[in-house]
C-alpha cells in the first residue's frame, strides 16, 4: 500500500489532507524522524506519533503510489491551499538519506526550478534575442 508523508503541515492541515485522501495512508513525520533513514520512516510510518508542524517549510513525500494516485495526491493537497508546498516521490537513492539531508535536497531542487521559471518568464518578456536596456 501507498503512503503519504507530512512534514510541517499543522494538526489541522494533516488531518484536512487526510479527510481528503480517505483511503491512502497519511502519516505525520515528527521531528524526532530527522536523523532517520528514509526507508525507515516509510517503513515505521504506522507507529509515527506527533505533529509533523515542525520545519519552516511543507512537503508532500509520496511512497509507493500509482501514478493516478499521485495526480490525486497533488491535486486534492493544492485544492485545500496550504500555501507552497513540495511535493515529491521516493527513489532507490533518497529512501537510503537522512529525512533531514532528503529535505535540504528538496529545497535546492525547488529553489532551482523557481529560478528556470523566473527566467524563463523574464526572458519570454524581452524583444527579440537581446535584452531590452530601452533607448539612452
Known amino acids: 500500500m501507498?503512503?503519504?508523508?507530512?512534514?510541517?503541515?499543522?494538526p489541522d492541515e494533516a488531518e484536512?489532507?487526510?479527510?481528503s485522501l480517505d483511503g491512502l495512508g497519511v502519516f505525520e513525520v515528527p521531528e524526532y524522524c530527522r536523523d532517520w533513514v528514509v526507508s525507515e520512516?516509510?517503513?515505521?510510518?504506522?507507529?509515527?506519533?506527533?505533529?509533523s508542524n515542525w520545519h519552516l517549510r511543507k512537503f508532500?513525500?509520496?511512497?509507493?503510489?500509482?501514478?493516478e494516485e499521485l495526480k490525486e495526491v497533488i491535486r486534492s493537497v493544492k485544492a485545500?491551499?496550504?500555501g507552497r508546498v513540495i511535493f515529491a516521490t521516493t527513489t532507490e537513492t533518497a529512501l537510503g538519506w537522512k529525512?533531514?539531508?532528503?529535505?535540504n535536497e528538496l529545497m535546492e531542487e525547488d529553489e532551482y526550478f523557481q529560478a528556470m521559471r523566473w527566467a524563463r518568464?523574464?526572458?519570454?518578456q524581452r524583444k527579440g534575442q537581446f535584452l531590452d536596456i530601452?533607448?539612452?
Open 41 to 51: 520512516i516509510v517503513a515505521k510510518a504506522g507507529e509515527l506519533s506527533g505533529s
Open 60 to 67: 508532500v513525500i509520496m511512497h509507493g503510489l500509482s501514478n
Open 16 to 19: 484536512a489532507v487526510r479527510a
Open 2 to 10: 501507498g503512503k503519504v508523508l507530512l512534514v510541517g503541515f499543522s
Open 99 to 103: 529525512l533531514e539531508d532528503y529535505l
Open 80 to 82: 485545500l491551499n496550504p
Open 134 to 136: 530601452g533607448k539612452g
Open 121 to 124: 518568464r523574464e526572458a519570454s
